[in-house]
């Protein structure tokens, strides 16, 4: 069973200090910033680890801001493939088979990044 700590409630000096630190960081606008090395974000995290504000999950060295990167950078590279492919004039059942993904995926990015890909004739045959 894991051993529950007990939270510390800071006092109210160490609230107006983390409110002037966070007001620094505000300043120079790191708002959004999950995970920043700036020496002014790191004060702040650093003394709200150090009265007990943060706990080892929110100080996770930026993990999810990497792969939320490298996401980003992969999707990238599918994006100039289907492009490629698309431009040699194959569907998108084709394309998918090329790149080794789904139709899905490969439908998600060409509307993501507005790649124009050659459809399939739907109908019924033309009798002659």
Known sequence: MAKVKKRIK??????HEVNRL???VVKIGHTNE???R???CTKLRNYSKSIGLLDEEATDDGRWDKR????????EKDAVKIMKLANQGYKIEEIANRIGRSRDYVYKLAVEFDIEIKKLKQGRPIKK
């Not at 800071?10 to 609230?15: A, I, L, N, S, V």
């Not at 939320?68 to 992969?74: A, D, I, P, S």
């Open 10 to 15: 800071p006092t109210k000096e160490q609230w």
């Open 22 to 24: 966070l007001d620094d």
């Open 34 to 36: 999950r995970y920043c």
């Open 38 to 40: 700036c020496r002014k």
């Open 68 to 75: 939320k990167l490298e996401t980003k950078h992969r999707h």
